[in-house]
């Protein structure tokens, strides 16, 4: 239901007594952060043997070396401001970014799809919002961190936006799916879930206060949706699990914030 317990055990591995091998009996979610793990390891010096996603050998033995790396941006947190240049309209640019990555990283080409304007330099990104958004169906699997960020994105464009290929999601922070479709129905959207489904029907979202379940990334993606009606969030400490400084950056794109 993870792919962090596979990228765990593959961290660890090369300090085993004897060779690690680790089977995947299911289809693998989230595979593109278990290849950033691999290439991470490689980087590292240690060596990773696979068949696709189904099998991985770490022999015994192996050690990490020390150097020198550069942490790319985070992306998942980067989509929330692209997000925010699709909904008001505006235009934003995040710098620092590794543009070769897959996942998250593709979630610019959804807003593309959508109706937004996006230019890509050597390591920097810029999308320029729409005014008229139109929805989309689009397979998410890849990109399990982005589909609250969608949804809110969804709320305002027109037609029904279908995001799909998504059940691990019903296992994060929160029940991502039917949380989401519950707080989406307190702004006056239609919403609906499934097993591995989420449906939105993008209207004109009113104004409320949203429990974002102790998830952080419900707090941030339903922050988004307020930029264009305002909105009240309960807990929002909780955005502190990934993005400590979240409300501040807001602050620093012009959104005004009120602390109860």
Partial sequence: ????????????????????????????????????????????????????????????????????????????????????????????????????QKGEAEFTGILKKMGCRVNRNKNSIEVIGNKKLNAVEVDMSTMPDSVQTLAAVAAFAKGITRIKNISNLKYKESDRINDTAKELKKLGIKATAKDDELTIEGGNPSSAAIDPHNDHRMAMSFALIGLKTGIKIKNQECVAKSFPNFWEKLKEIGVEIKKP
């Fill in 1 to 100: 239901v993870s792919s962090q317990f596979i990228s765990s055990l593959l961290i660890i591995s090369p300090y085993a007594k004897k060779d690690v091998e680790i089977i995947v009996e299911n289809e693998m979610v989230s595979k593109n952060y278990v290849d950033m793990t691999v290439d991470l390891m490689e980087k590292f010096g240690v060596d990773v043997k696979r068949d696709s996603y189904k099998k991985f050998g770490v022999k015994a033995g192996q050690k990490y070396s020390a150097k020198r790396y550069a942490i790319p941006a985070d992306w998942s947190s980067a989509n929330y401001f692209l997000a925010a240049a699709a909904i008001v309209p505006g235009k934003i640019k995040a710098t620092g970014l590794d543009l070769s």
